[in-house]
């Protein structure tokens, strides 16, 4: 089936640092979504994107958060600066239309310090 | 609040029984009800979805029945087989607005052999 690549599977980043996750969605996709999944808990909404604009964004979507997609290439959520509790897994996924199925990425493990 | 909750964190199956997976929901609203497989380190794909104007969807070895009353959803495999292990996410969603799914605490069902 499609598929949606996440860069990089894993981070370690310093408190306060800046950190881009990258997410490459399925080709012919138009709408793309950030989920964050804290250790033992569900998957969240985060944000999601469409022709160049947020659409919705979630209360864990803080200012800290920034998402693009500059011309077609990677989806991106940008986190700066970093916070301990932005530890998580973050998955990106991506539909055709908001009526379409959502398909995900394996996720990005980011680790605060 | 958790709008959308699987009460058993856990399963255990014999092989070549049905599994039954339980999913509910606060929100009238939702009119799109999925379940989503998600083996460890990888991404949840979608198994089956279905939409408000029906009650019940076959896929194989797959049924989604929903009861919209009761605010109630489940996912039955029939004939389980040890490769059904895995965590099993339901998620609901207004397809109407942003398309954002809210997801459960998944499932760990575990098919003995």
């Known amino acids: 089936g499609p598929k949606v690549l996440q860069i990089p599977s894993h981070q370690i980043i310093d408190m306060g640092q800046m950190v881009t996750l990258n997410c490459d969605p399925v080709s012919n996709h138009l709408y793309f979504y950030w989920y964050k999944q804290i250790l033992g808990q569900q998957m969240e909404f985060l944000v999601n994107f469409y022709n160049g604009k947020v659409m919705e964004k979630s209360k864990l979507f803080k200012d800290q958060f920034s998402v693009e997609r500059p011309d077609g290439s990677y989806f991106t959520l940008k986190i700066q600066p970093t916070a301990l509790e932005d530890s998580a897994v973050y998955f990106c996924a991506s539909s055709l239309s908001l009526a379409d199925t959502q398909y995900f990425g394996p996720g990005t493990r980011l680790l605060v310090l | 609040g958790q709008q959308v909750k699987q009460s058993s964190p856990s399963l255990t199956v014999q092989e070549g029984g049905i599994s039954i997976l339980n999913c509910d929901y606060e929100?009238?609203?939702?009119?799109?009800f999925a379940w989503y497989k998600k083996y460890p380190d990888n991404s949840p794909t979608l198994l089956i979805s279905?939409?408000?104007?029906?009650d019940k969807r076959e896929d194989g070895r797959l049924t989604v029945f929903l009861n919209k009353s009761g605010k109630h959803f489940s996912l039955h495999i029939t004939a389980s087989q040890p490769e059904d292990t895995a965590v099993y996410l339901c998620?609901?969603?207004?397809?109407?607005?942003?398309?954002?799914?809210?997801f459960g605490e998944g499932t760990k069902l575990t098919v003995s052999s």
């Open positions: 998620a609901a969603g207004a397809q109407g607005g942003s398309a954002k799914l809210i």
């Open positions: 279905v939409r408000s104007n029906v």
């Open positions: 929100n009238d609203m939702f009119d799109y």
